[in-house]
């Protein structure tokens, strides 16, 4: 049976003492170092969060500059193949222009030197004629 006597206030004291004791011993430090922790893992968590963003960010930058890059490549390649383009509709011109003045002075040349054969073969008409005389009629004119 419980008796009621001073013993009893004395034990409920040692018991709020010793929890008051042990609240300060280990409940409050232990609460405090996983404060503590709570809040490194939230700086931890907020680090990795900033550098995903920066990391975000930076690949969307170095796919801009390749997008970047690639336009002014084609840019750059378009650009040349016209001049390209040029530049070779230039030396077909003048090439066409050298290969009309050399059929010219060619044709001029060879309607001179056909004009010389005609020439000499008008010069030679009677021979030719008599040539052909004799040979149809076998015998020498």
Known sequence: MINFDITLFIQIGEALIMTF???????????SYIKE????????EKDIQDLITSAEE???????????ARTEGIQR?????????????????????EMEEYKA??????????EEVRK?????????????????????V
Do not use: C
Not at 21 to 31: A, G, H, N, Q, S
Not at 58 to 68: D, P, R, S, V
Not at 120 to 140: A, C, H, P, Q, S
């Open 77 to 97: 390649s378009e650009f040349l193949k016209e001049e390209a383009r040029k530049i070779e509709k230039e030396l077909l011109g003048k090439t066409m222009k």
């Open 120 to 140: 000499e073969l008008m010069n030679n008409v009677d021979y030719f004629t008599n040539l052909i005389v004799g040979k149809l009629l076998g015998r020498k």
């Open 105 to 114: 002075k060619w044709a001029q040349e060879f309607s001179k030197h056909i």
């Open 37 to 44: 922790r709570e809040l490194h893992f939230q700086s931890l």
């Open 21 to 31: 004791v042990l609240y300060y011993i280990l409940v409050k430090p232990i609460m």
């Open 58 to 68: 930076a690949i969307k930058k170095y796919q801009e500059e390749l997008n970047k």
